[in-house]
Every structure is written in structure tokens, then in C-alpha cells.
Nanobody, 125 residues
Framework: VQLQASGGGLVQAGGSLRLSCAAS????????GAWFRQPPGKEREFVAV????????YHADSVKDRFAISRDNTKNTIFLQMNNLKPEDTAVYYC???????????????????WGQGTLVTVSS
């Protein structure tokens, strides 16, 4: 599976961005999708995950009520809608996928099977 993230950029605090992750290769519709981020100088951290059929989503506490993960299996794409962005949301955002559902609302990076390249989101104050 190849994952291609896009949609990052520079935005002012309070603004919005929508990230997309297009998948090719193996049938992405049967994989669970996720977003992680890596702030400057910090480790990669979990942002959100969505089940293969969209029935279940989890979001990190730090983004809950501001970010929303979704997917369109007809387009082999997952999305991350980011609203009310804050300077602390500045990071490289990575899309990811896993074959088997991981029974936790906070996925560690170590359980991911497939990674996409990152897209940089910069939020200015």
C-alpha cells in the first residue's frame, strides 16, 4: 500500500485545514486508517483513527472537538478536517494504515503497518 498525504500549509490560529491521504495498491477499503503527527523536536504522536468501514473513530484528547477523521472508500482516501487550529498543532502530519483493528483509543506508532510521507502544517499565532 502506498499512501500519499496532502493539504498541509501555513494557517493562522483559529483557521482550518483539510488533509487528505490517497491510497494505492492493496485494497485500502479493508484497512483501518489513521493520522499521526510529529511536532518539531518531539516524538510522533497519535491524532485519530478510523475503522475500515467508518463505523468507529477515536481522536486524541488534544484534538477532540476540533479535528475529525473521515474516509471515502470509493476514492481510497481518508481525511482529517482540522478546525480552530492552534500554534501547538504545528507538526508534520502522517497518514497511516493497519490491517487489524487495535483495541485502544490511543494507537502507538509501533502498531502501524503502512506509513505515508508527511505533510507540514504550520499554525501561526
Amino acid at each position: 500500500v502506498q499512501l500519499q498525504a496532502s493539504g498541509g500549509g501555513l494557517v493562522q490560529a483559529g483557521g482550518s485545514l483539510r488533509l487528505s491521504c490517497a491510497a494505492s495498491g492493496r485494497t485500502f477499503s479493508r484497512l483501518h486508517g489513521a493520522w499521526f503527527r510529529q511536532p518539531p523536536g518531539k516524538e510522533r504522536e497519535f491524532v485519530a483513527v478510523i475503522k475500515w468501514n467508518g463505523a468507529t473513530t477515536y481522536h486524541a484528547d488534544s484534538v477532540k472537538d476540533r479535528f475529525a477523521i473521515s474516509r471515502d472508500n470509493t476514492k481510497n482516501t481518508i481525511f482529517l478536517q482540522m478546525n480552530n487550529l492552534k500554534p501547538e498543532d504545528t507538526a508534520v502530519y502522517y497518514c497511516a494504515a493497519r490491517q487489524n483493528w487495535f483495541a485502544s483509543n490511543n494507537w502507538p506508532a509501533a502498531v502501524i503497518d503502512y506509513w505515508g510521507q508527511g505533510t507540514l502544517v504550520t499554525v501561526s499565532s
